[in-house]
């Protein structure tokens, strides 16, 4: 079993952390500095990766290679599920003609396309500006007089003229 070593360059833990970031300043001088494709950058970085743990920390090449494989089946399956289960419903959408029924919803209600991006891809409410915060509170307010028939006195004060 292989006995990892904390410090391996000059018996220092500094040295050694700056030893082991090297992966991480070859990728962020790969996209920010040089403005190579982000794929070129992440295989660079993981190139370096293995460089440092097989030459400066002595890691197994075998071990060194199924960690690589794992950290890549750990990452990229995740990922890969949420893509393929956001894809599916847009599919599903498009060949029952659903689609054209949300998109004409969703145009019926603003004609502002900002606010279109934020019905169909909303984020919290911290993040949204002050006219998305609107947008969502006079939404709010449609469902609730919907919900309530009509009933609703906050829904005909808010919006008088």
């Not at 097989?54 to 290679?65: D, F, N, R, S």
Request: aromatic letters at 10%.
């Amino acid at each position: 079993m292989w006995q990892h070593n904390y410090a391996p360059v000059l018996n220092s833990l500094g040295w050694s952390t700056v030893a082991a970031a090297v992966p991480i300043f070859v990728l962020l001088l790969l996209i920010g500095v040089l403005r190579k494709p982000a794929w070129i950058a992440g295989l660079s970085g993981l190139a370096a990766g293995l460089v440092v743990a097989i030459g400066v920390y002595g890691m197994p090449v075998k071990l060194a290679v199924s960690s690589t494989l794992m950290g890549a089946a750990f990452g990229l399956l995740p990922i890969a599920w949420i893509v393929y289960w956001a894809v599916v419903p847009y599919r599903l959408t498009l060949e029952t003609g659903n689609f054209e029924v949300i998109k004409d919803s969703i145009g019926s209600l603003t004609t502002d396309r900002r606010l279109q991006a934020m019905l169909t891809a909303p984020r919290p409410e911290f993040l949204a500006t002050g006219e998305e915060r609107l947008a969502m509170e006079r939404i709010a307010l449609v469902e609730k007089l919907a919900k309530y028939g009509g009933r609703s006195l906050e829904f005909k004060s808010r919006f008088r003229a």
